[in-house]
C-alpha cells in the first residue's frame, strides 16, 4: 500500500485549509506545538510547512503534493506540477498580487526610477528578476516583517502582497506596478505524478477540494409548486442547470430542487412566492461538483 506525504501550509492559510478539508470529507486534527497532523485517510501523511518554503520540498521529492502560494513557486523557481488552481485565502477569495510600492510624493514611478535605490521585500528572488528584466540595478534586501513602514527611512520602495492595497494606503505609499498575480495551488512532485496510486489520490484530492469553493457562494432550493404556475416559476429560478422535478403524492402538484448563487436568494423568494411556489427550503452546501 502506498503513501501520500502532503504538506499544509502553516501559517495564515491553515485554519481555512482545514475548514476546506473538512468540507471535501477529510477530518485534519493539529495538536499544539506538533507539524505532523493527523488526517483520517490512512494513506495520506500531512506535515505542516510554510507556505514560502513548500514548492521547493515538493520539488525535492521530499513532499509528494502541498498546497501554496504560485508567488512562492515562482520565487522559489521550483520545478513541479501544477495540479490546480484553488482560490482561497485567510479571509478572501480574490487573487492577490505583489506590488511595487514607494511612497506618496516620491520620484519613482516606474521602474526605471528604482536605478541605484535600496528596495525592501520577502520575494527577493522574484524582484531580482524583475529588476533584471527591466534592465535595472538596485539593492534588494529581505524583510522580515512590517514592510510597508520601512520607506522612505529604510528603504527607497518595497515589492509586497496586498489583495486591496488598504495596508499600503495607510501607510502613505503609491501602487507603481504589478510584478506577480498569485492564487493557492495544489501541486506535485512530478515523479509522484507519474506513481499511479499518488497521482489517483491527489486528482481526487483536487476533485473535492475544487468542490468546496465552487460551493461556497452557491445553495440549494426546495418548493412545491402546482403544475398550472410550474413555467411561472421556472421563468425566475435560474440554476446550474435545469431544475430537478418530482411528482408529489398529492395530484397537481410537483418538487422542485435546484442550486443558485446566494446573493439572488432573498431577491427571488418572494417572486418565487407571488409566481405560486409554496414550502420554500433554502440549504447550505459542502461542494457542487460540476
Known amino acids: 500500500m502506498g503513501m501520500l506525504r502532503l504538506g499544509l501550509p502553516k501559517g495564515s492559510l491553515e485554519e481555512t485549509t482545514v475548514e476546506m478539508f473538512r468540507k471535501a470529507g477529510y477530518r485534519v486534527r493539529i495538536e499544539s506545538r506538533s507539524y505532523y497532523p493527523s488526517i483520517d485517510d490512512p494513506d495520506i501523511e500531512c506535515i505542516l510547512i510554510r507556505a514560502q518554503e513548500m514548492a521547493r520540498y515538493v520539488d525535492e521529492g521530499i513532499l509528494d503534493a502541498g498546497l501554496t502560494g504560485h508567488d ?32 506618496e510624493g ?14 525592501a521585500t520577502e520575494a527577493v528572488g522574484m524582484t531580482e528578476r524583475y529588476l533584471a528584466e527591466n534592465g535595472v540595478s538596485a539593492a ?77 457562494k452557491k445553495v440549494g432550493l426546495m418548493l412545491n409548486v402546482s403544475e398550472t404556475d410550474l413555467e411561472k416559476v421556472l421563468a425566475i429560478l435560474p440554476a446550474l442547470h435545469k431544475p430537478t422535478v418530482a411528482s408529489l403524492t398529492e395530484p397537481g402538484w410537483l418538487a422542485l430542487i435546484t442550486v443558485v ?5 432573498r431577491d427571488i423568494i418572494p417572486d418565487l412566492i407571488q409566481a405560486g411556489a409554496e414550502g420554500i427550503v433554502e440549504y447550505a452546501l459542502n461542494k457542487v461538483v460540476n
Not at 107 to 116: P, Q, R, Y
Not at 165 to 194: F, H, M, P, Q, Y
Not at 261 to 265: F, G, H, P, Q, W
Open 261 to 265: 448563487d446566494e446573493k439572488i436568494v
Open 140 to 216: 534588494v534586501e529581505f524583510s522580515w516583517g512590517a514592510t510597508e513602514v520601512k520607506p522612505p527611512k529604510l528603504a527607497d520602495a518595497i515589492v509586497e502582497i496586498t489583495e486591496t492595497g488598504s495596508s499600503l494606503r495607510a501607510n502613505n505609499l503609491k501602487i507603481v506596478d504589478t510584478l506577480c498575480t498569485t492564487t493557492t495551488r495544489l501541486i506535485a512532485n512530478k515523479e509522484s505524478w507519474k506513481d499511479d496510486f499518488k497521482r489517483n489520490k491527489v486528482e481526487r484530492l483536487a476533485l473535492l477540494l475544487q468542490s468546496v469553493l465552487a460551493a461556497e
Open 72 to 103: 512562492w513557486v515562482v520565487e522559489s523557481g521550483a520545478d513541479v506540477h501544477e495540479v490546480c488552481e484553488l482560490v482561497y485565502g485567510k479571509v478572501g477569495r480574490k487573487p492577490l498580487r505583489w506590488v511595487l510600492a514607494a511612497p
Open 106 to 119: 516620491s520620484d519613482i514611478d516606474s521602474v526605471k526610477d528604482l536605478e541605484g535605490k535600496r528596495i
